[in-house]
């Protein structure tokens, strides 16, 4: 017998908690990356992402994280629907494929996650790619454009804009 087996149904309320929670994935991602526990508002952007309207802004100051919260929901979505499609768009493209890359990474390195990697036949570029249980379409499941990019003719249930105000003052 193995003393460090998972107790029978652990597993499963282990996974429900991470299914049925962003905060909970996020907390993984954040100890998979090396970095300290989430802070209370890195956990209000995760509860946001998942629970706030359909259409929404989410803004803080630079270095609470953002990008990688949003990254992570990415997956997480993911992980929760592997059929999404998930459009990134950024003031740069450049900035929008570090973005999608990040994310893949994320996808080939969490053991969570390892399920989702491309598989042989499907997109797996840094700018577009499938995941492994997704269904053949037309559309990538993540996909990333600059803002100045050809926007027309993309589809995704869930576009992510990211870095996309820029400021001027007169």
């Keep these: 017998q193995n003393p460090h087996a998972v107790p029978k149904g652990t597993a499963i309320a282990v996974q429900a908690a991470i299914i049925g929670d962003f905060r909970n994935f996020l907390f993984l991602v954040w100890d998979h990356l090396g970095l300290p526990d989430p802070t209370e508002v890195q956990y209000d952007i995760g509860w946001t992402l998942q629970h706030g309207e359909k259409r929404l802004i989410i803004e803080a100051f630079r270095g609470v994280g953002k ?9 997480w979505c993911l992980l929760v629907n592997p059929q999404v499609k998930i459009l990134v768009v950024s003031a740069s ?21 390892q399920h989702l990697r491309a ?7 840094n700018i577009a790619f499938d995941v492994g249980p997704a269904a053949a379409a037309h559309a990538p499941s993540v996909k990333s454009l600059g803002i100045t990019s050809q926007l027309t ?17 007169w």
């Design 67 to 75: 990008s990688w919260i949003t990254s992570a929901f990415v997956c």
């Design 93 to 113: 493209k450049s900035r929008a494929d570090d973005f999608s890359t990040f994310t893949k990474r994320l996808i080939a390195e969490m053991p969570i996650l």
């Design 119 to 125: 598989r042989q036949g499907q997109r797996d570029s």
């Design 153 to 169: 003719g993309s589809r995704a249930d869930i576009i992510i804009p990211d870095e996309n105000c820029h400021w001027w003052w």
